[in-house]
């Protein structure tokens, strides 16, 4: 496969009339996409040379799907830029970008104007898509375009603020969803219920999923994520049957107690990702949907979605952390440990890397950082480049890889080594703890403890000091409203430390 358009075009030509997608508002089948999108192709390629990236500020519609195809059929790549970012954080993006146009609508053009700066190419969509297609041109990008083009570039929070473009090839891609759909069982008859931005690698594999199956996704609207009754309705509504949604998503839904309104019984498949999940929560959504598949999947954006998976097929304990499993077949998924050796037994401590095709070209514009990395194979000099995620991660008796934190969430606290998710884990166990999470104060050498839900905080503290040893146990706590998250779902421990 040279690109993901060959999927797009096959599920078109077996199954033309079915839904491709469909949003609150509309839908387009797949005969309809790819007209859509050639249409918008065939304006974009006027405008951005071959692999250049166009930047989509657009919300997530029917519309913005068929923009991001569009941008293919021109032999581009895409990044969609979430329309509630800051301006400075779309400044440093477009910095690093360089797009050769912005694609908007006519909804969100007066807010663009406001957001980017003089010298940004507006260009709406509207009239893309009421043109007619330009074969001829085309013919002419799909002719140069090859299975290691940049696809997508996602933008993903840097260490120091600057946010670190991740590009990933149509190669990548094409290697992950089929073993990703095999594997876990999804086929064409499936209806997604698509949660995540467009702008997150979670929403990968719900449209690459789908075209490459000739399967159909249902956009779910941000705002419904705020609203447990509205989501409930839509999900009831569409009648999904697989679920690929961020921890943080299903955690709403359990903790605002959205199964007591109503359960979408049709899903019989949740793949979740992107934290820990509570195995508190987790019970909640498995005591709602007692005939579906539950599985963990583990995997940071620059190695296209996830490198792991792990079935849930027993109970946990309340204290347990859920294993991340074991490697897709495609994966070359390995530890290494803090003196550079190979870990190869159980609960030794390392640091998880991942090889194979699915590994991403690099950080857009940034080969500093994508040097630091993407690095050679350490133990196989015919094994090419791996990516190194800073996640630490142990083998359970069963061989199964269990995350234990990042490698910068590992503290050393009163001559102890600690891994703040393991505090996080016996606080989730605490009855009446909905979230719990804990930051490390450096100049203050303190263990700081945030968390949610209806206990008082000094029943929490000593419930802790029950289930941990004393040098584990937080030294300040403090209970909040809610959690404060980052744009892509997970827990933003900037703002708590902040706080």
């Known amino acids: 496969m040279e690109t993901v358009l060959e999927w797009l075009e096959a599920s078109a030509q077996a199954q033309p009339g079915k839904v491709a997608f469909a949003d609150v508002e509309g839908q387009l089948t797949y005969a309809e996409l790819v007209a859509c999108a050639k249409a918008v ?6 405008l951005a040379e071959p692999r250049q990236p166009v930047a989509l500020y657009l919300e997530k519609t029917t519309r913005a799907i068929a923009g991001l195809f569009g941008a293919v059929y021109a032999g581009c790549c895409y990044s969609f830029i979430d329309l509630r970012q800051p301006e400075a954080r779309i400044a440093k993006i477009m910095e690093t ?4 146009c912005v694609l908007v609508d006519a909804e969100s053009a007066d807010q663009a104007r406001e957001m980017f700066a003089e010298g940004a190419n507006l260009v709406e969509i509207e009239p893309l898509l009421a043109a007619a297609p330009d074969a001829e041109a085309l013919a002419a990008r799909r002719a140069q375009a090859c299975a290691t083009d940049p696809l997508y570039i996602n933008f993903t929070s840097g ?6 473009g991740v ?3 149509h190669a990548s891609v094409a290697s992950f969803i089929p073993v990703f759909d095999e594997t876990l069982g999804i086929t064409a008859a499936d209806v997604f219920a698509n949660q995540a931005p467009l702008d997150f690698d979670v929403s990968v594999k719900d449209i690459y999923s789908a075209i490459y199956l000739g399967a159909t996704v249902h956009l779910i609207p941000r705002d419904y994520f705020s609203v447990p009754t509205q989501l409930l309705d839509y999900l009831c509504e569409r009648r999904p049957t697989v679920l690929v949604w961020a921890v943080s998503a299903m955690c709403f839904v359990s903790i605002m107690q959205g199964f007591d309104y109503k359960v979408p019984e049709t899903v019989r498949l949740v793949a979740f990702s992107g934290e820990v999940m509570p195995v508190k929560q987790l019970n909640v959504w498995r005591a709602a949907l007692p005939a579906a598949q539950f599985v963990n999947v583990y995997g940071p954006t620059e190695i296209t979605c996830n490198c792991t998976y792990y079935l849930i097929e027993r109970e946990f304990g309340l204290d347990e952390v859920i294993p991340i499993g074991r490697p897709f077949a495609v994966n070359d998924v390995f530890l290494v440990a803090e003196d550079g050796t190979r870990v190869n037994g159980a609960d030794i401590p390392g640091e998880l890397h991942v090889g194979g095709p699915t590994v991403a070209l690099g950080y857009w514009n940034d080969p500093e950082r994508t040097a630091a990395a993407f690095v050679p194979h350490p133990f196989d000099e015919q094994g090419g480049i791996v990516y190194k995620t800073g996640d630490l991660a142990r083998y359970d008796e069963n061989g199964d890889l269990v ?3 990042r490698v910068d969430h590992q503290i050393k606290h009163m001559g102890q080594r600690i891994e703040l998710g393991e505090i996080d884990a016996a ?18 050498k303190r263990i700081r403890m945030f968390y949610t839900g209806t206990i008082d905080k000094k029943e929490l503290s000593a419930a802790l000091h029950e289930a941990l040893p004393a040098f584990m146990t937080p030294n300040n706590i403090r209970q909040i409203a809610e959690m404060p998250l980052t744009k892509n779902g997970k827990i933003d421990r900037a703002k708590l430390a902040a706080m």
């Open 97 to 100: 970008l360089q797009p050769a």
């Open 159 to 164: 260490s120091t603020g600057t946010p670190k």
């Open 403 to 405: 995350y234990l934190s």
């Open 41 to 46: 192709g065939s304006g974009l390629a006027q």
């Open 427 to 444: 606080a989730h166990a605490v009855e009446g703890v909905t979230r719990a999470c804990c930051i490390y104060d450096h100049t203050r």
């Open 167 to 169: 590009a990933v090839s």
